[in-house]
Structure formats: structure tokens, C-alpha cells
């Protein structure tokens, strides 16, 4: 089985920046069988929404909304997702997902509040 553990969330002013993490762990066996880690966020009354994405083979896909400040990078376990220029609309808790063989495993969740 595969965990994750989201870090990084915090309070920031519109404009500033955030860097979110994600552990996975488990055997190594099972860290080498992900397919897929990307980040989702969810605001309040709102549906959960995919942020960003990065396939095992190095492509990355983007929501339109956060093209150009966000960037998502993966490392063996960890996947990143470094925001830039945040905006009050960013606001949400954010979660990272795992895709391994055809199953999705959800982190915990982490807290992005950007004030105006």
C-alpha cells in the first residue's frame, strides 16, 4: 500500500508564494508502480478540481486557471507544486493524488488560504 502526506499549506497575501509537498510511502515496489501523482484542491461548497498532473514519463497538464504561476515536479516519491502569484480564488484545500494500478489513493489534504 501506498500513503500520502501533504505539507507547506499556509496563510499568504495575494501575490506571494507557496510550495506544497507530497511524500508517498510504502514498498518500493509499490512506489515504482505509480503511474500518475498530481494536485487537486477544494474550496468551500465547490467541487473538487484538478490543479495539476505529472505522468510518469515526465508530462505535465495544468488547469487553465493556474498556467504560468503554478509549477508541479515529481522526484522518485514526492511530487511538488510551486505557486507563484497567488490570488484570493486559490483558495482551497488541496490534495494530493497517487494513480496506481488504476487506483486512486488521496492524501490527507492541506490548507491554502490566500487573503486580499
Known amino acids: 500500500q501506498v500513503q500520502l502526506v501533504e505539507s507547506g499549506g499556509g496563510l499568504v497575501q495575494a501575490g506571494g508564494s507557496l510550495r506544497l509537498s507530497c511524500a508517498a510511502s510504502?514498498?518500493?515496489?509499490?512506489?515504482?508502480?505509480?503511474?500518475?501523482m498530481g494536485w487537486y484542491r477544494q474550496a468551500p461548497g465547490k467541487q473538487r478540481e484538478l490543479v495539476a498532473t505529472s505522468t510518469s514519463d515526465g508530462r505535465t497538464t495544468y488547469v487553465d486557471s493556474v498556467k504560468g504561476r503554478f509549477t508541479i515536479s515529481r522526484d522518485s516519491a514526492k511530487v511538488y507544486l510551486q505557486m507563484n502569484s497567488l490570488k484570493p480564488e486559490d483558495t482551497a484545500v488541496y490534495y494530493c493524488k497517487a494513480v496506481l494500478g488504476g487506483y486512486n489513493i488521496w492524501g490527507q489534504g492541506t490548507q491554502v488560504t490566500v487573503s486580499s
Open positions: 510504502g514498498s518500493s515496489h509499490s512506489i515504482a508502480s505509480i503511474n500518475a
